[in-house]
């Protein structure tokens, strides 16, 4: 069992930052693929972005590619999401959710064992 926790998530303004971060327990970090999602009111949930368990590789969704990155620190059983340029279509909760996968980036909900509470991010215009 893995147990996952998002922290970071509120309110900004369109243009502004955010840092997510999702704190991991129970079995090793390190043997997951993470990603993150998300879900804005009346909206299916979304994939948002992924990295395997060394770090060294990524996926991205189209929306959020070169304003969203995605990393983690094995060190510290936790992955992070650094959000740039935050549109109100960013607007949802943020769930981060493991993979038992080591190696894989995708991005269908239904291979992710372990997911969070989620986090709220909101984005005035």
């Known amino acids: 069992q893995v147990q996952l926790v998002e922290s970071g998530g509120g309110l900004v303004q369109a243009g502004g930052s955010l840092r997510l971060s999702c704190a991991a327990s129970?079995?090793?970090?390190?043997?997951?693929?993470m990603g993150w999602f998300r879900q804005a009111p009346g909206k299916e949930r979304e994939f948002v972005a992924a990295i395997d368990w060394s770090g060294r590789s990524t996926n991205y969704a189209d929306s959020v590619k070169g304003r969203f990155t995605i990393s983690r620190d094995n060190t510290k059983n936790t992955v992070y999401l650094q959000m740039n340029s935050l549109k109100p279509e960013d607007t949802a909760v943020y769930y981060c959710a493991a993979n038992p996968s080591t190696g894989s980036l995708t991005k269908r909900l239904n291979v992710y064992d372990f997911w969070g509470q989620g986090t709220q991010v909101t984005v005035s215009s």
């Open positions: 129970g079995r090793t970090f390190s043997r997951y693929a």
